[in-house]
């Protein structure tokens, strides 16, 4: 068994970027190609081991729940309709692992967020994806983090290098490399201006975490708004124990953003073996029309 067994899902947030696409539904549920954009996540938690699934919800995300329940009514309708290919998947999914939801009753943070899965996370260490943060990799990015954490017995956060006209949009690591791909931490720094960020290397939405770093939560004082930021109680941690960082080998996509958002769909798309070939034949055939004006008809 591994020794990491529990991924929290925080998916409490408004999802204001996608408004008015957010409005009724959650954002992430937004369907990326055919399939919500947590179930990626969830699938890449399951692919790498981990067995245990807590999603922090808030109102208006019953979306998120019935998706990962069984729907005896759909499967009924599939069955006697003889489409054994969809009902496979439809059940698949309901079964993808346990999973449990807890709400964040207020929007205070991805630290706050992290803080109230304590009770169901218990005395452990413990992933934490955010779902916005897709990455295609041939190892999922998880399961190359675990091995990272099963040699050093240390908490763990994804980095990826940034241009640094964008480095001020995260959190960035000052740290010193010890082996291809890893670095030992010696500060972090919350979205710093390109002149004073200690590095390229910005955190993204991948984390293993020691359960000390639910002390170091409910100890950081709350920032703006007043929200807990999780940059903050790692900042504490690491005045008490050792975190690395580790720069995954994959693809990151950014589908909190609109433009993200549509690069994860169309490049998704291509990698598709049912769809893929024609959807990229599409794609060259329209290319050549989108730099005629407006006025002029296409071919």
Same mark, same amino acid.
């Given at each position: 068994?591994?020794?990491?067994?529990?991924?929290?899902?925080?998916?409490?947030?408004?999802?204001?970027?996608?408004?008015?696409?957010?409005?009724?539904?959650?954002?992430?549920?937004?369907?990326?190609?055919?399939?919500?954009? $947590?179930?990626?996540? +969830? &699938?890449?938690?399951?692919?790498?081991?981990?067995?245990?699934?807590?999603? %922090?919800? *808030? !109102?208006?995300?019953?979306?998120?729940?019935?998706?990962?329940?069984?729907?005896?009514?759909?499967?009924?309708?599939?069955?006697?309709?003889?489409?054994?290919?969809?009902?496979?998947?439809?059940?698949?999914?309901?079964?993808?692992?346990?999973?449990?939801?807890?709400?964040?009753?207020?929007?205070?943070?991805?630290?706050?967020?992290?803080?109230?899965?304590?009770?169901?996370?218990?005395?452990?260490?413990?992933?934490?994806?955010?779902?916005?943060?897709?990455?295609?990799?041939?190892?999922?990015?998880?399961?190359?983090?675990?091995?990272?954490?099963?040699?050093?017995?240390?908490?763990?956060?994804?980095?990826?290098?940034?241009?640094?006209?964008?480095?001020?949009?995260?959190?960035?690591?000052?740290?010193?490399?010890?082996?291809?791909?890893?670095?030992? $931490?010696?500060?972090? +720094? &919350?979205?710093?201006?390109?002149?004073?960020?200690?590095?390229?290397?910005? %955190?993204? *939405? !991948?984390?293993?975490?020691?359960?000390?770093?639910f002390d170091a939560?409910?100890?950081?004082?709350?920032?703006k708004g007043g929200?807990?930021?999780?940059?903050?109680?790692?900042?504490?941690?690491?005045?008490?124990?050792?975190?690395?960082?580790?720069?995954?080998?994959?693809?990151?996509?950014?589908?909190?953003?609109?433009?993200?958002?549509?690069?994860?769909?169309?490049?998704?798309?291509?990698?598709?073996?049912?769809?893929?070939?024609?959807?990229?034949?599409?794609?060259?055939?329209l290319a050549p029309?989108?730099?005629?004006?407006?006025?002029?008809?296409?071919?």
């Amino acid at each position: 068994m591994n020794s990491i067994r529990k991924a929290v899902f925080p998916a409490a947030g408004m999802g204001t970027r996608f408004l008015p696409a957010t409005k009724a539904q959650p954002k992430e549920m937004l369907p990326l190609v055919d399939k919500p954009i $947590i179930q990626y996540g +969830v &699938e890449e938690a399951v692919e790498s081991g981990l067995d245990q699934i807590i999603i %922090v919800t *808030g !109102r208006g995300k019953r979306a998120i729940e019935d998706h990962f329940d069984i729907s005896f009514e759909l499967e009924s309708i599939l069955a006697k309709k003889g489409d054994e290919d969809t009902l496979s998947e439809v059940r698949r999914i309901s079964d993808l692992g346990t999973i449990y939801y807890i709400r964040q009753k207020e929007p205070l943070g991805l630290g706050h967020a992290v803080l109230v899965t304590r009770d169901l996370v218990g005395d452990e260490p413990f992933a934490v994806l955010l779902s916005d943060d897709l990455i295609y990799a041939d190892v999922p990015c998880l399961r190359q983090m675990i091995e990272v954490y099963e040699r050093y017995q240390c908490s763990v956060v994804a980095v990826e290098r940034i241009p640094r006209e964008r480095i001020s949009g995260y959190g960035v690591i000052d740290a010193r490399p010890i082996e291809d791909r890893i670095y030992r $931490i010696d500060d972090l +720094v &919350e979205k710093p201006t390109p002149e004073k960020a200690p590095s390229d290397l910005a %955190v993204v *939405g !991948r984390y293993i975490l020691t359960p000390e770093i639910f002390d170091a939560l409910a100890k950081v004082k709350p920032g703006k708004g007043g929200e807990i930021q999780l940059t903050d109680a790692l900042r504490w941690l690491l005045k008490h124990q050792v975190i690395y960082a580790y720069e995954f080998e994959g693809t990151r996509y950014d589908a909190g953003t609109t433009l993200g958002f549509l690069k994860a769909s169309v490049e998704y798309a291509l990698r598709r073996e049912d769809i893929g070939q024609e959807f990229g034949d599409y794609l060259r055939n329209l290319a050549p029309s989108t730099h005629q004006s407006p006025d002029t008809p296409g071919d």
